[in-house]
């Protein structure tokens, strides 16, 4: 049986293995074949040479976030290790058409060292398409995470310096409620809309930077009619909610396109808040662009709701999804 030890110099062991040696006890589960003792500054690992391997690269990986954030959180820690509990059981990931979904992979590292990640199979497809075309059409129920996983990967896109901008739109259309009916001015009334797209961006990029990226527009976030008469480029653009965009609306959008940019359209043709005689541009578009080159098209479904499992439920009993 072999050894190993690790000093902890850069990190606090307090803060490593968490409250009540919570984070601890998740590592050690996570490595059933090997014996883990943590005395003081020095943890020490028993078993075979394989899995001591396996295990100092994980633990090395969330000292490191540690050490590098200042924070930690189970999330980070299950993430940091993976799905699997042990070297032997790595390639027991979800799989799809014999390939790793890579579901737990991180797409950015938000504040604190919060990590945004494709979490189901689909949305890493939408992280592999998105690298291989420049028009991505992302559908799906609620809860899915489509326009979660799309502004993060244009946020990705502006950290790592691919773009110059990002700019966020939705069709400003009443969702049962009365628009004119909202206090203040233009701005005021449509912020509401838009809310969504401010939440995301809440959790990828630090307030006081992200404050200055709204105000230098580096970060544009606007109805979809502020588009008409636009080129978009060198910049990475998410059309959200675009079961609601008309067949000319989604024309002109599709159509702002400039040589260096990158376009997201993500909808939910089960919640269209069009008149009922209007037909949505999505539900067209997504008939007639199905064979271009440069153009992909994802389906999400029930498998991918990440939030409450009520939700996926709710849209079952809704019909929104079989």
Known sequence: MNELKITLESVNPVVLWGPNNEYFELIKRSFPKLKVVARGNEVKALGEEQELSY???????????LDKYHNLSNNDIET??????????????????GEETGASEVIVFGPNGM??????ANQHKMVKSINTNDVLFAIGPAGTGKTYTAVAL?????????????????????????????PGDLKEKIDPYLRPLYDALDDMIPADKLKTYLENRTIEIAPLAFMRGRT?????????????????????????M??????????????????????SGLIGALRILTEIKGIDIIYLSGQDVVRHKLVRKILEAYGDIQ
């Open 232 to 256: 978009l480029d060198n910049c990475f653009v998410i059309l959200d909610e675009a079961q609601n965009a008309t067949d000319m609306q989604l024309k002109m959008f599709l159509t702002r």
């Open 154 to 182: 244009a946020v990705r896109a502006l950290k790592n310096k691919e773009i110059k901008r990002i700019i966020l739109t939705r069709p400003a259309v009443e969702a049962g409620e009365n628009l004119g009916f909202l």
């Open 115 to 120: 990590m945004v990640k494709a979490r189901t």
């Open 258 to 279: 400039g040589p260096s940019a990158k376009f997201i359209v993500t909808g939910d043709v089960t919640q269209i808040d069009l008149p009922k005689k209007q037909q």
């Open 55 to 65: 295990f100092n690269e994980k633990l090395t990986n969330i000292i490191n976030h």
């Open 80 to 97: 940091l290790l993976g799905s699997s509990s042990s070297k032997s059981t790595k390639d027991d990931k979800t799989r799809e058409g």
